[in-house]
């Protein structure tokens, strides 16, 4: 599994800032469609982020594009635009149940063997941002072992703040139930769990408490919304010389039983099996090793 230490949101209708964007260095560079689109130009921003898939060189950033949630009615219309351009991941909004990830899912599995692509090979990753989505989240989660696809859990802060009729501070403790709510899923899956937006870029105190407090958490990356935040949260995400020691050490062990045709294992007391695997993965993904 990549490194996703920083999703860096570009609006998917203006193509100079798509361009801007890949040259960046992000881990993840996010081509929206959904929040960051008028609705007057989401049908124009299709053509242009597929027009910026198949034409800008992102580098060594994965190219994502954020689809409109189902409730819109726009999501499978979405999907086939951008799709035949071969994004590397699509970021789905609004998931409250485990059956809108089935559903999109579903239309990537079409493209992918309409295409000869490697099968899964399109990541998928899910934004909860409401208290049904939150309470649904192990069913959305379980999904995660029938469908590789499923990679992450992205938690929309600001959406949820408004479905909980929460009053948004700066502390962030109104969301600490639901943060830590996420995290604790999404590891339990094996999957990568992406904190919240710092809205105001300028807040440079901010960002840095809530990366740290995000990378505390368990979270292995962070949304940002400006250039300015991609640096400073990356290194913050960054995994120290001992979680990247136990993740070599997990992955070294796991080649070994695998050679012997074993399953599970422990390694320094800590049951070993797929999702911790899989964590240790990521572990090194993000520390580039």
């Known amino acids: 599994m990549r490194a996703r230490r920083a999703l860096l949101y570009v609006p998917g209708s203006d193509l100079h800032k798509i361009e801007k964007a890949a040259a960046l260095g992000a881990d993840c560079?996010?081509?929206d469609l959904e929040d960051g689109v008028a609705e007057a130009?989401?049908?124009?921003?299709r053509q242009i982020v597929a027009q910026a898939l198949r034409e800008i060189d992102f580098g060594r950033s994965e190219k994502v594009v954020r689809v409109n949630g189902f409730p819109s009615g726009r999501t499978a219309a979405d999907l086939a635009a951008v799709l035949p351009a071969h994004p590397q991941g699509i970021l789905l909004p609004k998931v409250d149940e485990a059956e809108s990830v089935r559903r999109a899912a579903a239309q990537i599995d079409l493209i992918e063997?309409?295409?000869?692509?490697?099968?899964?090979?399109?990541?998928?990753?899910?934004i909860v941002e409401s208290a049904l989505g939150m309470v649904n989240l192990e069913s959305i989660c379980?999904?995660?072992?029938?469908?590789?696809?499923?990679?992450?859990?992205?938690f929309g802060a600001e959406d949820f703040s408004a479905d909980m009729g929460a009053t948004r501070?700066?502390?962030?403790?109104?969301?600490?139930?639901?943060?830590?709510?996420?995290?604790?899923?999404?590891?339990?899956?094996?999957?990568?769990?992406?904190?919240?937006?710092?809205?105001?870029?300028?807040e440079v105190d901010v960002l840095e408490r809530e990366s740290r407090?995000?990378?505390?958490?368990?979270?292995?990356?962070?949304?940002?919304?400006?250039?300015?935040?991609?640096?400073?949260?990356?290194?913050?995400?960054?995994?120290s010389e001992k979680e990247i020691a136990?993740?070599?050490?997990?992955?070294?062990?796991?080649?070994?039983?695998?050679?012997?045709?074993?399953?599970?294992?422990?390694?320094?007391?800590?049951?070993?099996?797929?999702?911790?695997i899989r964590r240790a993965e990521s572990i090194l993904a993000r520390a580039g090793k």
Do not use: C
């Open 142 to 154: 379980r999904l995660s072992a029938p469908m590789p696809r499923l990679q992450a859990l992205v």
């Open 113 to 126: 063997v309409a295409n000869a692509w490697p099968t899964g090979g399109i990541a998928l990753l899910a």
């Open 169 to 202: 501070t700066p502390e962030a403790l109104e969301l600490l139930y639901a943060r830590s709510r996420l995290v604790m899923y999404a590891n339990a899956f094996g999957l990568q769990a992406i904190d919240l937006v710092t809205v105001n870029y300028k």
């Open 41 to 45: 130009s989401k049908d124009a921003a």
């Open 29 to 31: 560079v996010v081509l």
């Open 213 to 239: 407090q995000g990378a505390q958490l368990g979270y292995s990356g962070k949304q940002v919304i400006h250039p300015l935040q991609v640096e400073p949260v990356q290194q913050a995400f960054t995994p």
């Open 246 to 276: 136990n993740a070599r050490q997990i992955l070294e062990e796991a080649r070994r039983y695998t050679n012997e045709g074993k399953g599970a294992f422990t390694v320094a007391g800590q049951m070993v099996d797929r999702p911790v």
